[in-house]
């Protein structure tokens, strides 16, 4: 069974993300979060369904409903979550 294993880096930008849009609308937030969580969860069955982000691997994969993507690299029996990015961000930056 493939794992999901969320990067430090991802997980501080998924916080950053919360505590921004927890101020502005709560109930956007936590759509955010629980949408995050069913995209990753999605690429466990459908590793290879993003589109690649340059030669090394990375694949980019939206969050639903959101402006929101993941960065991500399947890797033997795991989906590696590596940043999560608005999609107007920089998101070709190194994780």
């Given amino acids: ?4 294993i969320w ?3 991802a997980q501080a ?3 950053a993300i919360d505590d921004q849009l927890y101020d502005e609308d709560p109930d956007f937030a936590d759509r955010v979060a629980i949408s ?3 995209s990753a969860r999605f690429l466990l069955d459908w590793p290879f369904a993003g589109s690649l982000v340059g030669d090394d691997g990375r694949r980019k994969w939206p969050i639903k409903r959101t402006p929101y993507i993941l960065i991500y ?3 033997d029996d795991a989906i590696h979550i590596l940043r ?7 998101w070709g ?3």
């Fill in 1 to 4: 069974m493939k794992r999901l």
């Fill in 7 to 9: 990067s430090p880096t």
């Fill in 13 to 15: 930008d998924l916080a």
């Fill in 36 to 38: 995050s969580v069913r």
């Fill in 73 to 75: 690299q399947p890797v």
């Fill in 84 to 90: 999560v990015y608005h999609e107007r961000q920089d």
């Fill in 93 to 95: 930056i190194e994780p």
